[in-house]
Nanobody
């Protein structure tokens, strides 16, 4: 496991969580980083991504306005702030380091993955 995702938990609808993706081996200091999620019985899907500088971001349509991705390169950490959580946000959330420095949304453009952190949103 190259990356360490944390911050998941059990929350109520409307609550917030902040996920963290730590990079102890410095695999993404010059790379874009993305968050993906996989709900039970569904395929893994793109959530958000940020370029290596932290100046460009991309979000899946259903997350726009609710989720914010950011990074602190001095701490080798990427964050996903999730607000107004909905039951349909329930999933295991994964962070991944991209092959390049620019934002990409396709999973096959990501090289290193974390182990995932479970987010459960109750109605």
């Amino acid at each position: 496991v190259q990356l360490q995702a944390s911050g998941g938990g059990f929350v109520q609808a409307g609550d917030s969580l902040r996920l963290s993706c730590a990079d102890p081996r410095r695999t993404f200091s010059n790379n874009a980083v993305g968050w993906f999620r996989q709900a039970s019985g569904k395929e893994r899907e793109f959530v958000a991504a940020i370029d290596w500088r932290g100046s460009t971001t991309s979000y899946a349509d259903s997350m726009k306005g609710r989720f914010t991705i950011s990074r602190d390169n001095a701490k080798n950490t990427v964050y996903l702030q999730m607000n107004n959580l909905k039951p349909e946000d329930t999933a295991v959330y994964y962070c991944a380091s991209a092959l390049g420095s620019s934002v990409v949304t396709s999973m096959n453009r990501y090289r290193y993955w974390g182990q995932g952190t479970l987010v459960t949103v109750s109605s």
